[in-house]
């Protein structure tokens, strides 16, 4: 008996009526439960890459890649620290920046702020920040002698400051610090609100964007600089990268890459996507366990046709493989379905996320935990085949036990009805 009958017998057996309804059920059973697991796995997932790519397009194309802080005042001749930068491979480009910290005042106190002082024109290249706010907005930075300032949306309306409106930002002035470290005064600037952006999470409540002459202008600094910002080809190559320009340097300065700052939310990521990873690959192997039970039924159901064909020639490996084959259609439906169901609901994940908000007045995510507001998704045919794959095979485990007590089958006593 060739291979092929095999194949054939099996998908009749699977094909035909069970005169056991209970056995029917089982194996809509296994089948169902393998397609809900390969679905959820595949949305679970989706929603992690999604995570991931916001993470790298949104939070870490406005947070720096890389950066060099100056540790006595300002960083001078930082022109030369950018050509230096830009001549290592794998550094994209390189920028200045003056930092401010201050506090404003909301109406229930005050509000911890981090003005970055930022050149429009050398910022685009090192920053994806002129995306998430208005031209206009972000043509307000250029007017290098303005008092204008560019707010996060959260901060904004912790405020309660709209475009047009001023704020009063106060500043520790240079040189009033006691011998502890105690400040003495601070100092009062005045801002007029131009523009809002909005990238969502702490961003939003905690940093603005002035003029870099303007901040430069409030701190005396003339042409030096509090920091220089680095952005990498890839972004798993910056601690090294930040690290062998600013070793080469003859000045002290302080260094840091993204992984201090925002490494642990990646590492969350990753943590979540593996978890997530083995507890749904554990839902379909209960799903597939259904299979042991609907094959076993199935053989004690099938033992005079067993016998027939083992008495008619048919070899005991061809017997195993009709059960093998049986057992696969269930793994091979089951995965089918989840691949389209989950595929499916990945693709509009996040506009799915937002009807369900609409319709139950909720918010998923919220912008002030989260660096998002909103629920991402990106469908990868990589982690398709990797989910279906695992739960096809799985499935093939399933069924090697009761394919192989069927092969045992001993024709004499299952066509004697013993």
């Known amino acids: ?7 054939w017998v099996g998908l009749r057996f699977y ?16 089948t169902a439960g393998i397609a809900l697991g390969v679905a959820v796995l595949i949305i679970v997932l989706s929603a992690m890459n999604g995570f991931e790519r916001e993470l790298e397009q949104r939070l870490l194309g406005v947070v720096p890649h890389g950066e060099l802080t100056g540790v006595n005042g300002g960083i001078s001749d930082w022109q030369k620290i950018v050509k230096e930068a830009i001549n290592i491979p794998g550094i994209v480009s390189a920028a200045p920046l003056i930092q401010i910290q201050g506090l404003v005042q909301k109406p229930k106190g005050f509000q911890g702020v981090s003005v970055i002082g930022i050149d429009p024109k050398l910022e685009s290249t090192v920053s994806s920040i002129s995306q998430f706010m208005s031209a206009k907005s972000w043509q307000s930075l250029s007017q290098s002698n303005s008092n204008n300032i560019v707010l996060g949306k959260g901060l904004a309306k912790a405020l309660d400051l709209k475009v047009g409106q001023s704020l009063s930002l106060y500043t520790p002035e240079l040189g009033a610090q006691s011998q502890n470290g105690q400040i003495r005064q601070a100092k009062s600037h005045r801002f007029v609100v131009s523009g809002i952006f909005s990238i969502g999470g702490e961003l939003d409540l905690t940093t603005a964007y002035i ?11 003339g ?46 990521i990753q943590m979540v996507r593996m978890i997530m990873y083995l507890v749904l690959a554990l839902v379909i192997a209960v799903a597939c366990f259904n299979i042991v039970s609907t094959l076993v039924m199935a053989v004690r159901d099938k033992q005079s046709e067993i016998a027939i064909l083992l008495t008619m020639g048919m070899k005991r490996s ?17 995965c089918a379905l989840g691949v389209i169901s989950g595929g499916l609901i990945a693709l509009n994940l996040s506009d799915i996320a937002k009807s369900i908000e609409a319709l139950f007045g909720i918010q998923l995510l919220s912008a002030d935990v989260y660096f998002i507001d909103f629920l991402p998704s990106k469908l990868l045919m990589s982690d398709v085949i990797s989910v279906t794959s695992l739960a096809f095979f799985m499935s093939l485990i399933a069924t090697l036990y009761p394919a192989y007590k069927a092969s045992k089958t001993q024709p004499a006593r299952a066509l004697a009805g013993w």
């Open 211 to 221: 003029p870099m002459a303007y901040a430069s202008h409030l701190l005396g600094l």
């Open 15 to 30: 094909l035909a009526r069970q005169s056991n309804r209970f056995i029917s059920f089982i194996s809509f059973a296994s």
């Open 318 to 334: 061809s017997i195993m493989g009709i059960f093998v084959v049986q057992g696969a259609f269930n793994g091979i439906l089951g």
């Open 223 to 268: 042409s030096d600089v509090t920091g220089v910002r680095i952005k990498v080809d890839k972004v798993f190559d910056a601690p090294r990268l930040i690290r062998e320009l600013g070793y080469n340097q003859q000045q002290y300065l302080y260094i840091n890459d993204w992984t201090r700052t925002q490494g642990n939310l990646y590492s969350d």
């Open 1 to 7: 008996m060739n291979k092929g009958l095999a194949l």
